[in-house]
């Protein structure tokens, strides 16, 4: 089991910045892809920025490419999504995702399917 504790949401206005935290504990955290995702109210959950066990890859959503930053630090069992210049359509609820080196589901980075643990979600609201 991997448990996954999200933090550093808020509220900030058009164009300012945030950084997410999200802390993992449990099995070995290196071994594990990760990924934030967000749901909005009233829409599905949507896919936001995947990196790979090492670090060395990353995967952006168009909508946030060139604005938001995902980076991992292993030896502090912590991932980060750094978001820049932020809009009034990026308030929603932020998830941090784990996918076990050891997962088989079939489903890529950027789907929800696609991992095997999740934290419980960090709210940002963007003010126009």
């Known amino acids: 089991q991997v448990q996954l504790v999200e933090s550093g949401g808020g509220l900030v206005q058009a164009g300012g910045s945030l950084r997410l935290s999200c802390a993992a504990s449990?099995?070995?955290?290196?071994?594990?892809?990760m990924g934030w995702f967000r749901q909005a109210p009233g829409k599905d959950r949507e896919f936001v920025a995947a990196?790979?066990?090492?670090?060395?890859?990353?995967l952006y959503a168009g909508s946030v490419k060139g604005r938001f930053t995902i980076s991992r630090a292993n030896a502090a069992n912590t991932v980060y999504l750094q978001m820049n210049s932020l809009k009034f359509e990026d308030t929603a609820v932020y998830y941090c995702?784990?996918?076990?080196?050891?997962?088989?589901?079939?489903?890529?980075?950027?789907?929800?399917?696609?991992?095997?643990?999740w934290g419980q979600g960090t709210q940002v609201t963007v003010s126009s």
């Open positions: 995702a784990a996918r076990s080196a050891y997962y088989s589901g079939g489903y890529g980075y950027t789907v929800a399917p696609g991992y095997d643990y």
């Open positions: 449990g099995r070995t955290f290196s071994n594990h892809g």
């Open positions: 990196i790979s066990w090492s670090g060395g890859s990353t």
